[in-house]
């Protein structure tokens, strides 16, 4: 729920990014197989890239365990998520996964890293806005 709720919100800030020069890709751990609901879920019409194995996570510093399910913040997005109509679906990938945000530029030099300590420490659209296109 709380990764739906995090790219809907990426999502309403595409055409920010698009300015920019920038494109958002979501790279999430489940099947490819459902990427079509995850996208009428969240209304992200952009590319979607799937890593069952969670080898890039790995890579890239990504923690995953059961700690990172129980938290304040954790709590506070999920009932956040709620009001905004996102409801707890079916679990596409693994749900211990924590996830994070990249900025790349053109040369491939990463500008921004955010890894997440908890599920639903997302970090603010406005600080990968101020990096993306520089």
Known sequence: MLCRQQVAELAEYSD??????????????????????????????????????????????????????????????????????????SIQGSALQLGGALVVDQQGSIRYHHQSKEAGDDPPVEEMLMVAGE
């Open 16 to 89: 920010s990014f698009k300015e920019k020069n920038s494109d958002l890709i979501i790279v999430g751990s489940g099947d490819h197989s459902h990427i079509k609901s995850f996208r009428e879920t969240t209304g992200f019409s952009g590319k979607i890239l799937t890593d069952p194995s969670r080898n890039s996570f790995q890579m890239l510093g990504l923690s995953s365990g059961i700690g990172g399910l129980f938290g304040l913040t954790t709590l506070a997005k999920g009932f956040s998520a709620l009001r905004k109509g996102i409801k707890p679906g």
